[in-house]
């Protein structure tokens, strides 16, 4: 039986060495079938975020109005949201130490402990995440178009509908470069770049997000506390 090394208080997954417990290392200790598992649900989730970005992209054509196209961004900012890859199953961690073996996972021993704790880089994301969402959903003041200061009626809908379709114009062309890596992404070549590629998406979309049209005044300022923390995902 292979014996657990304790560092720092936590146990290092089988074969690993304190010193040894680096990302390249924990990465490097995961199945290709526990990468393949992750990969395959990271790439379900965008294409399915493709087939929702076109129906998005439709609907800020057909927007005809200003209070529309803030309901339209706070839509499409929370429906990004989702679809992104930040469920159990999108993690090639998750995948390898499932039925509570989180005691032994890698990605824990790197990144602040399980990802139940404080101090997991994990959680500190999801929180700032989570945050950003309540943020989005929160009530928007209503638009009083030509009123003093506040666009005309048709300024109003030119200007968010840039802004929208900007942000989906975005997400369509990370997503697609992201889906195509996964096409394509040997598994056998280990879970480190996978990590990597995961968390570049994630900063990406989250900054294309059109939250400049959601009316919310706290949105923006959350986005940058969730970016700051997605620094330290991987």
């Known amino acids: 039986m292979t014996e657990k090394i304790s560092a720092a208080g936590q146990d ?21 079938a526990s990468i393949e598992r992750a990969r ?21 054509i057909r927007m005809d ?22 469920r159990p199953e999108t993690c090639p961690f998750c995948q390898e130490y499932a039925d509570s073996r989180c005691q032994q996972c890698g990605y824990a021993q790197t990144h ?12 500190a994301f999801l929180e700032a995440f989570g945050k950003m969402g309540l943020a989005i959903k929160s009530p928007h003041d209503i ?4 009123g003093k200061g506040i666009p005309s009626k048709e300024e109003s809908v030119d200007s968010l509908r840039s802004i ?23 598994d056998e070549s280990g879970g480190f770049d996978l990590m990597a590629a995961k968390q570049r998406y994630l900063l990406d979309m989250i900054s294309a997000l059109p939250l400049a049209a959601t009316g919310s005044k706290n949105a923006q300022g959350e986005r940058d506390q969730v970016l700051q923390r997605l620094l330290d995902y991987w």
């Open 12 to 32: 290092i997954p089988p074969g690993l060495s304190a010193p040894q417990c680096t990302r390249d290392a924990a990465a490097a200790a995961l199945s290709t």
């Open 112 to 123: 602040g402990g399980i990802c139940n704790l404080d101090s997991s880089a994990f959680v």
């Open 164 to 186: 929208i379709q900007d942000s989906l114009a975005q997400a369509r062309y990370l997503t697609g470069i992201f889906a195509s890596f996964l096409d394509i992404y040997p």
């Open 40 to 60: 395959l649900s990271m790439r379900s989730l965008a294409y399915a975020l493709l087939r929702d970005l076109e129906s998005l992209f439709e609907a800020s």
């Open 65 to 86: 109005g200003p209070e529309q196209g803030i309901r339209l961004a706070k839509a499409a900012s929370l429906m990004i949201c989702g679809q992104l890859p930040v």
């Open 143 to 146: 638009l009083q178009p030509g």
